[in-house]
């Protein structure tokens, strides 16, 4: 025990009594503790030891077959009313679904150990930091909250008397895909995830804590909590900008995220520091500009596709002191997956744990296999990760996959044409496995599957914060998928993204002019550079990547009405405004 606090006590010790556990093991931060709860993972197989001379301190685990992604027709924010939680969200009654947790949580962890994880988002003692404490009888869980958040005794003292912390509390049970839930009590600050093993509904620090939680925290407290990359671009002169960025799913948010500048850049002594791949909380800063921190300590990536052709940065971070969950474990005992390189393995075993043979064309890694990896071994990273400050963000960048619509890069004309922007995010489905191709799924902000309470009331909180900040970042739009009429990209994209934002920061700092369109302003074609970029992108590419289609933008219109109808008269009067102002561009 390293805390006398009674409302933490009182807590732990009442969660004990429900779930009775053989006994309580506190975790305190320490490698001696946590190696020898990964010796004890071995003995039962929870964990596996991979080749140490290859990869240094790093294991291999494997969830249930069931068990392998987030659930979100499982997941309920249960806060007082239903119409808090908004259309988007799935809810029950505060006190029904405690009866029925507890009711599965009863003596769930007999015959296990309950390790109690003090944890902290962001520097334990910044301006941003928020503390939990996660309960749980997972070996994986400790060593994954362990990469993915700041463990250790310390988080005692910063709780300190008031015993301000969100409560979490999770079991395995019995793996039960039926009694599967993962559940957000915002006004007891008390998250709850049972039957599950798999790490985006059991890491309760990552999207529990670190948007729907804190999502509620930030509209109280007026702040936000956004599912975004940070990343800073250093110039010639060593000033560095930066950004925030969010993208739906399978829009290259960590690509971007570990950027590598293309040679003409580089060249010129340009480079790119990546300060969090997935979550930024933003905060108005002393000097009316809004800062950042990512207040993750890991990186919990999709495995599959990643290559040190696609993101060195990335792979190069997984090489020690990390985790691999449901990718191939090879014969030597080192991992791959597919997309990693063209040679895959034989000998090995894949992710359901069986011989595979990579002839017969099944997959050999779950294409949501992850690897949770220390953001400290990105060669990458800021030297800002650990300012307690944060970093200030001048452009906040929204993108989606649109074949056709949307142009490469636009500005919106101000804050509330930016929230407007954000509001309508979309990306168009790809692949014939999701169901139709091409149909259209907005994710505002990329936060639909995240946000803590009512889409429509966490717009009016965007709206609300650009009023609190003289300086608000200037909000953008990109897509880097737009498709010729045969299917292919135009747009080389990946390092060469750095094109656009060097335009996006020129513009947030008054340095370049742009031209108005009916959607916001555009660059003028000659503005985005394309030095070495010589038969495979020409001036007459960039003019085709920036035209606005009216018709196409007409029917978008349409989409959006529809879209917004969902949150009936709660839509904010601005963004209103924004879509009538929109419509009448186009029919001008």
């Not at 948007?211 to 671009?233: F, K, P, V, Y």
Request: proline share 6%; charged share 25%.
């Amino acid at each position: 025990m390293y805390t006398n606090n009674p409302k933490i006590l009182s807590w732990i010790y009442e969660m004990a009594a429900k779930t009775k556990p053989d006994n309580i093991v506190w975790i305190d931060g320490s490698e001696e503790q946590l190696e020898e709860l990964r010796q004890q993972a071995y003995k039962t197989g929870e964990l596996v030891k991979l080749n140490q001379e290859i990869l240094p301190g790093c294991v291999y685990h494997r969830s249930a077959l069931n068990d392998v992604a987030r659930v979100e027709d499982r997941t309920f924010i249960c806060c007082e009313k239903e119409e808090d939680a908004g259309p988007t969200n799935n809810w029950m009654a505060p006190d029904e679904m405690y009866a029925k947790l507890y009711e599965i949580f009863d003596g769930s962890m007999k015959g296990r150990t309950m390790y109690v994880i003090p944890y902290s988002m962001s520097i334990v003692g910044s301006p941003f930091a928020k503390y939990g404490i996660e309960l749980t009888d997972s070996i994986y869980v400790v060593v994954s909250m362990a990469i993915m958040t700041r463990v250790g005794t310390d988080v005692y003292d910063a709780i300190g008397d008031n015993g301000d912390f969100i409560k979490g509390l999770h079991s395995k049970a019995e793996l039960d895909a039926e009694k599967r839930y993962i559940v957000h009590f915002p006004q007891d600050n008390t998250i709850m995830s049972v039957n599950s093993g798999y790490g985006g509904n059991v890491l309760l620090g990552k999207k529990c804590f670190a948007l729907r939680m804190a999502s509620c925290l930030g509209r109280d407290e007026g702040w936000m909590a956004e599912h975004m990359l940070i990343l800073g671009i250093e110039n010639p002169d060593g000033e560095t900008r930066y950004l925030a960025a969010a993208f739906p799913s399978a829009c290259g948010k960590t690509n971007l995220a570990m950027l590598i500048p293309p040679e003409i850049y580089a060249k010129k002594g340009y480079k790119v520091w990546c300060v969090g791949d997935d979550i930024a909380w933003l905060r108005p800063g002393p000097d009316g500009r809004l800062w950042a921190v990512n207040p993750e300590n890991g990186f919990f990536g999709v495995a599959p596709g990643t290559s040190m052709k696609s993101n060195p940065n990335a792979l190069l971070s997984t090489m020690k002191n990390s985790i691999f969950t449901n990718v191939v474990l090879k014969p030597d005992g080192t991992v791959w997956w597919e997309g990693m390189d063209k040679n895959p393995p034989t000998g090995a075993l894949n992710w359901k744990g069986e011989p595979w043979d990579p002839s017969d064309g099944s997959k050999g890694a779950h294409p949501n296999s992850r690897f949770t990896a220390p953001a400290r071994n990105c060669p990458c990273l800021s030297k800002e990760f650990d300012n307690p400050q944060g970093v200030p963000i001048s452009a906040i960048v929204f993108g989606g996959r649109r074949a056709k619509t949307a142009p490469l890069v636009y500005q919106s004309r101000n804050w509330d044409h930016g929230v407007f922007v954000g509001s309508i995010m979309a990306s168009e489905t790809t692949a014939a496995a999701t169901g139709a191709v091409g149909v259209v799924r907005r994710d505002p902000m990329a936060m639909l599957p995240f946000c803590g309470y009512h889409m429509a009331d966490y717009w009016q909180h965007w709206i609300d914060m650009g009023k609190k900040v003289a300086n608000p970042p200037k909000i953008f739009n990109v897509n880097w998928f737009r498709l010729d009429d045969e299917g292919h990209f135009i747009w080389p994209g990946f390092g060469d993204n750095m094109r656009v934002l060097e335009w996006i920061m020129k513009r947030c700092f008054d340095e370049i002019d742009a031209v108005d369109s009916p959607i916001g302003y555009m660059p003028k074609p000659e503005d985005i550079n394309i030095e070495g970029l010589e038969g495979e992108v020409t001036l007459d590419t960039i003019k085709d990547l920036l035209t606005v289609d009216n018709g196409l933008w007409k029917q978008e219109v349409d989409g959006i009405k529809e879209f917004y109808s969902k949150f009936g008269d709660k839509v904010p009067k601005e963004l209103k405004d924004c879509l009538s102002e929109l419509e009448a561009n186009l029919n001008k």
